[in-house]
């Protein structure tokens, strides 16, 4: 692992936060942003935290008070790894690396046909091959495709088949990357083509996201870089 990157880690921090935001609000939950923390008052959607960290050393007290932790499931995003949230009854769910890739472009065009989602059919059609069948298609909302931020990349294959996706979060200075997925193939599937559609969507930014197993050893395997730990705590509620 190289040695950690602050300045890069808070874009990515900030700009995986102001994702967040957005999936929020397309759900109908308003979030708000400190200096030191996003976090939103109401519970998130669906695998996506109540809080995220934008600075080393945010004060454990004051971010737990910002969320509920009655509801079960809770969460916060330790974007330094630097919390400790037991006190306030969180525990670690898991710990991940914030990855990075700059803006120099990949050789060769993607193998996939690469654009970006503009209407809610074919978003109903890329989230039904992101959640491949578990039920969480419906994460994914119209009102997405109205952020001037969020970018929904789907890789179709020859006939027009959602082979492969991503979701592209584009900031001032950075551009996230989650979701990634392929159909068929797993993480190796994926992380290949990618890097080409961002750069050729996206050439003048680097790209950032975070990504832990599987997933994580095909982003450096694709010219990724890790850049420093984060962590995912959660809370059990309250009865």
């Known amino acids: 692992m190289k040695t950690p990157n602050p300045p890069m880690v808070r874009a990515a921090a ?41 600075v080393p050393g945010a004060d454990p007290a004051a971010l ?29 769910l898991f710990e991940a690396q914030w990855i990075h890739r700059p803006a120099t472009g990949p050789t060769g065009p993607p193998e996939l046909a690469w654009n970006v989602v503009g209407d809610p059919g074919a978003l109903r059609d890329w989230a039904s091959a992101w959640d491949d069948g578990n039920g ?10 109205d952020d001037p931020a969020t970018f929904v990349l789907a890789g179709r294959a020859a006939g027009g088949r959602v082979a492969a996706g ?5 900031g ?12 068929d193939g797993g993480p190796e599937a994926a992380w290949p083509d990618l890097p080409k559609a961002l750069h ?22 694709h010219g990724f ?5 984060l962590r995912i705590w959660t809370h059990p509620g309250r009865d």
């Open 14 to 54: 900030r700009n995986n936060a102001e994702w967040c935001a957005a999936m929020s609000r397309s759900h109908g939950v308003e979030g708000e942003f400190t200096e030191q923390a996003w976090a939103s008052p109401a519970r998130t959607p669906l695998y996506y935290p109540d809080a995220v960290t934008l």
């Open 64 to 92: 737990s008070a910002r969320i509920d932790t009655c509801a079960p499931g809770a969460s916060v995003k330790d974007s330094f790894a630097d919390l400790d949230l037991t006190a306030a009854g969180f525990r670690v």
């Open 136 to 145: 969480d298609a419906d994460l994914f909302r119209p009102g997405l495709l």
């Open 166 to 170: 991503a979701v592209a979060s584009r």
């Open 172 to 183: 001032d200075h950075v551009l996230g990357v989650s979701n990634v997925f392929a159909r």
């Open 200 to 221: 050729a969507l996206f050439p003048a930014l680097p790209v950032v996201g975070y990504e832990q197993g599987d997933d994580l050893a095909a982003a450096l395997r």
């Open 225 to 229: 870089e890790p850049i420093g730990p």
